[in-house]
């Protein structure tokens, strides 16, 4: 069972604020969903190799060949808010 | 003027090379049929009347010789087209324009395509209904109170409602046949590393593949010609030949080997749906198609193991959207907060569930619980197609349990919509090619797919034994009346 | 009270700049320095819908670190998601290595006063850098530049072998001129190529497991590594030994105020969510690329230290401190072979050269003298033409212009006066001016002999031989009778 305050755990995480009632909401869906879930754990996978990718490929390279990159003005043309040539946040604080 | 919007690609260039038809007649009579139903089906995310005039006007005077030339496609709206609105049908990309074109874009512009706008979706492509869009939900043009499916909706809505020849669509737990079976159009899922994903903005990156929503299986083969083929910018994708498709368009299924997996055809399967199929089992029997049954035994695992490997992949792609480098940003004064209140505004409802149930799955203390476990799960699903092959070189399902279900029935049971995508979903866990064909209309008129699902990268056995199909099935195409 | 000992642990996590042409996973020139954010593209900007494709440079690099560092490398090796909200992480995630790294077990020798000790890595891994963070002064803002994201990197985690800050200093070192003989990275740190984050622990010497580990950042010197760990020691033991305990913390070095400050405790430690990076496929490195790598490995500085020790009978200590810096034992080895006197060379690079570089805030690479150069002027010291001291000021002069000693030497007329009647007639004057140091001399006082032998160099702008003046001096004063 996922409880509000997990909810609230992942959701920090996630950098999501919720309100109320979404936590409420997300707990019972997920719960759901999770309950369903459930089915995996009678599934006996001893052994059995995780696939993480849907194709067996290896080694896929690129050569140190220099590409042009993009032009600076593109590279900040989707800025929310930006100054001279940089990126602007509010102040980073660790 | 000819009504070239209910043409299929194959007939549009052949009515180009014959009468020369401009690419601004055809231009103008998309306008016309957007003007006339897209208010009602609302399939486009992004359209740009102006830019449109402008690239026909380009291929006119540029006398484009491409393979595709002129054919007008629409793109799904989280496929990258240079300088234009890419938005995932999400708030939180707004105004987001991408600076470059994904791979399967460049080449469709050297085919000589009219892009014809960008094709509305779920969020980010999560769902099976097409509600999702932070534009409005896309309405099946068979029944614009029923969903066209997902998330491809816009794309194979266009198609099916003659607004567009062809759309470009993604499918990660059957996002392109799904909604191809439910509007009457062709969906082709190609094998996972047959076609690009770079420009694809990601939902799960182990499971997406780009794939053609074609009027037909001739239609879908020629695009598919177009886009597959290695990319060095995806290193996923798989540098062998691609065959011309077009060689595959032959009526001939005899002696072909055909599974149908018992754990397909169960009770909650829809009446009609299972006539269809039926009737589509033998008519390629008569043609001498060999039957077997198979049996998929880790089926019923399926969904949970989709849903575990899908929403933790994209709740690691969707971080990105934060408000930093582009779309929405929420004024807030500390950074923590313009984070939090970016995204809790950006996302909407079905995001913000995917986010956390992928958040949660991933975190500290459950990773081997729900992502370990079910990529081995994945490896036991892969492990029965790969059983079943042995036996068959053709898989036959039905592509959906049922037909296009209405607007709003299942938006407050996200289970229940999950589940929607049931018969879809294995293709994706095993990377493996599948195609949606038409097979008939529901006794309410609504549109039924057939879906054949191949060996890896055997998507030409995907094509003949689809054209065949298609050519001799043998019922009349119903528009929809719009 | 018994005076409780406590023993020091210390682990070291080093973060390398790889200097490869272009980025880890996109073709974005490799260069510090530039425009901001002018060296970036949708992949390293982590734009919606790019994938990473790896730098095969970058693997070779790194295998070479590993390989010469001992490890082992492991047969396969892949990438995986490493997750956390950060500003200057376009995706908010890092692509690292998890639980199949590239190379584990390996280990450093470090030879100090009290001999060699190995001290081990646990692991060297690949992962991507992020971009730079600047914080306005003044105004709640920061700024990003995104030209550092995407930058290879490898980290290299030390063992929790080092046994105090001292040691920990020379580990640093060594493994730095280890890096830099391998040519795969520029080693600056106050570029950032190279970076340095601490672990230490304290406790009581009767205690058997390992005590609280505090993890330190934000050191951007050696020495400031250095001064970290010696104020973090004393800080542990101080609350140790007053009875209190110590909790599990990230601290951030201050180098204007030398201590140590809070930055986050355990209980906001990160939940990364590690799972496999799905846009890039697994790697298998072949025992054969391996050692096709271990065989173009240059000579490593141990073994570079024991041929000075064998081929040039230098002590132990200066051929140490030679190899240490790579271009210096550069340097000596073509020095030696212009001016065969090994020692003399050592002497002047370990003495007036290291000197002249420390105090100037310069790298032994930005000298401008050639080794030509210093053989030249030894040369000329033993030929007599100039006097040692001399040569301290022509080196300072070789060293900041390049110019050769015989042009110094030609233009500032420092030629030695070896002439023993030019000599003579300078006594005279040193003579006749110092009456009552002349007196003392005669009286027995030896130290008068210095004060006019000081004299006579001031006179002569030191360029007297000094062995003749020294005779000269003493003959004319035997003849004096007071």
């Not at chain 1, 719960?31 to 190799?49: H, M, Q, R, S």
């Not at chain 3, 000021?393 to 007329?413: E, F, L, P, Q, Y």
């Amino acid at each position: 069972m996922i409880k509000k305050d997990m909810i609230n755990y992942v959701a920090d995480l996630a950098r999501i604020s919720l309100a109320g009632d979404e936590e409420k909401l997300f707990a019972s869906q997920l719960n759901d969903i999770l309950a369903y879930i459930e089915k995996l754990n009678k599934l006996d996978t001893a052994g059995v190799e995780p696939m993480s990718h849907a194709v067996i490929l290896v080694n896929m390279f690129r050569d140190d060949k220099v590409k042009d990159s993009l032009p600076k003005d593109e590279a900040l043309r989707n800025a929310p808010e930006k100054e001279k040539d940089f990126f602007k946040v509010p102040k980073v604080i660790e | 003027m000819q009504d070239f919007c209910t043409y299929t690609a194959r007939q549009l260039r052949q009515a180009i090379e014959k009468d020369s038809v401009k690419a601004a007649d055809i231009a103008s009579c998309l306008l016309a049929r957007r003007n006339a139903v897209d208010k009602k089906v609302n399939g486009f995310a992004h359209f740009d009347k102006k830019l449109l005039l402008e690239r026909a006007e380009a291929l006119d005077a540029n006398e484009s010789k491409g393979p595709l030339s002129k054919i007008p496609i629409a793109i799904k709206d989280n496929i990258c087209v240079k300088d234009e609105l890419t938005t995932c049908s999400s708030k939180i990309l707004d105004g987001f324009k991408a600076p470059y074109d994904a791979t399967v874009v460049t080449r469709l512009k050297q085919a000589g395509t009219l892009l014809a706008g960008k094709s509305n979706m779920d969020e980010f492509a999560f769902g099976s209904s097409c509600e999702t869009s932070c534009y409005g939900p896309t309405r099946n043009p068979y029944d614009l109170d029923r969903i066209p499916g997902g998330s491809s909706g816009g794309s194979a809505a266009l198609v099916a409602a003659d607004e567009v020849i062809a759309a470009i669509g993604s499918d990660t737990g059957g996002s392109v046949r799904q909604p191809a079976a439910l509007c009457g159009v062709v969906g082709f899922k190609p094998t996972y590393g047959r076609v690009s994903r770079y420009g694809l903005i990601a939902f799960g990156s182990s499971l997406d593949q780009i794939g053609p929503i074609t009027k037909d299986v001739t239609d879908c083969a020629l695009l598919l010609k177009i886009i597959a083929g290695y990319d060095p910018m995806d290193s996923t994708s798989i540098d062998t030949d691609v065959p011309d498709y077009t060689t595959s368009l032959v009526k001939d299924v005899k002696g072909l080997k055909i599974g149908l997996p018992k754990e397909y055809f169960i009770e909650g399967l829809d009446k009609d749906v299972k006539e269809k199929v039926d009737q589509a089992v033998d008519l390629l029997k008569g043609l001498g198609a060999e039957f077997r049954e198979i049996s998929l035994p880790h089926t019923d695992y399926a969904v949970s193991v989709y849903y575990i490997v899908a929403c933790s992949e994209a709740s690691s792609n969707l971080a990105r959207f934060d408000g930093v480098q582009y779309g929405l940003r929420s004024k807030k004064p500390s950074l923590l907060d313009m984070y939090k209140e970016t995204r809790r505004e950006g996302f909407g409802m079905e995001a913000k569930r995917r986010i956390i149930l992928g958040t949660y799955a991933l975190s500290s203390g459950y990773y081997d619980a729900y992502y370990l476990k079910a990529q081995k799960a994945r490896t036991l699903i892969k492990q029965d197609f790969d059983e079943a092959f042995k036996s068959c070189d053709i898989i036959l399902t039905p592509t959906t349990p049922t037909p296009a279900f209405k607007i709003g029935e299942k938006t407050k049971e996200p289970l229940k919509m999950y589940l929607s995508d049931i018969f879809t979903i294995p293709a994706n866990l095993a990377g493996i090619p599948g195609i949606s064909v038409p097979c008939g209309y529901s006794k309410g008129g609504l549109p039924i797919g057939l879906q054949f699902i191949a060996r890896p990268f055997d998507e030409a056995g995907l094509i003949r034994a689809a054209y065949t199909y298609e050519q001799n099935a043998g019922f009349e195409r119903i528009r929809p009346e719009l | 009270m018994d005076k409780q000992v406590y023993i020091t642990t210390i682990g070291l996590e080093v973060h390398l700049q790889i200097s490869t042409k272009t980025k880890a996973f996109c073709g974005c020139a490799n260069e510090f320095g530039r425009e901001p954010n002018s060296s970036t593209c949708p992949v390293c900007l982590g734009l919606p819908g790019s994938l990473p494709v790896l730098n095969k440079k970058y693997l070779e690099h790194a295998i070479k670190v590993a390989v010469a560092l001992d490890c082992k490398i492991l047969g396969s090796m892949k990438f995986d998601r490493k997750n956390y909200f950060y500003p200057d992480l376009p995706k908010n995630y890092q692509i690292s290595q998890y639980d199949m790294p590239l190379s584990t077990g390996g280990s450093v020798e470090i030879t100090s006063t009290a001999g060699a000790r190995r001290i081990g890595i646990t692991r060297v891994h690949m992962e991507e850098d992020a971009g730079k963070l600047i914080h306005d002064q003044k105004r709640p803002l920061s700024f990003i530049d995104y030209n550092r994201t995407g930058t290879p990197l490898l980290e290299i985690v030390s063992e929790p072998d080092i046994s105090s800050p001292e040691e920990a200093h020379l580990y640093l070192s060594t493994l730095k001129a280890i890096l830099e003989y391998l040519e795969v990275s520029d080693c600056n740190m106050q570029e950032g190529s190279l970076r340095c984050d601490a672990n230490i622990s304290v406790r009581p010497s009767s205690q058997k497991a390992l005590g609280v580990k505090v993890e330190l950042k934000n050191m951007n010197t050696f020495k400031g590594v250095r001064q970290a760990l010696e104020y973090e020691e004393k800080r542990q033991v101080k609350i140790l030994s007053s009875g209190k305990k110590l909790s599990q913390e990230t601290r951030l070095w201050n180098a204007e105020k030398k201590i140590t400050e809070l930055m986050r405790t355990k209980e906001q430690a990160h939940d990364y969510r590690y799972f496999p990076e799905p846009d890039l496929v697994p790697f298998k490195i072949s025992p054969g690329l391996v050692q096709e790598i271990r065989d173009t490995l240059p000579e490593m500085p141990n073994d570079k230290r024991l041929r000075f020790i064998k081929e040039y009978k230098i002590s132990e200590y200066d051929a140490a401190v030679l190899v240490s810096d790579k271009a210096m034992s550069e340097f000596f080895s073509a020095c030696v072979k212009l001016y065969p006197k090994p020692k003399n060379i050592a002497n002047w690079l370990m003495g007036d050269i290291s000197g002249y570089l420390n105090a100037n805030n310069m790298e032994f690479g930005q000298l401008k003298m050639s080794p030509e150069a210093l053989a030249e002027m030894l040369g000329l010291i033993d030929k007599g033409t100039i006097s040692g001291k001399i040569a301290k000021d022509v080196v300072v002069d070789m060293i900041s212009t390049g110019r050769s000693a015989s042009d110094i030497v030609k233009d500032k007329g420092l030629t030695q006066i070896a002439d023993a009647p030019e000599i003579e007639g300078f006594i005279e004057e040193v003579i006749g001016e110092n009456d009552k140091v002349v007196d003392d001399y005669l009286s027995g006082k030896d130290k008068a002999m210095g004060f006019l032998i000081g004299q006579l160099m001031r006179k002569t702008k030191g360029k007297a031989n000094p062995q003749m003046a020294n005779e000269l001096l003493k003959k004319r004063l035997s003849k004096e009778k007071r």
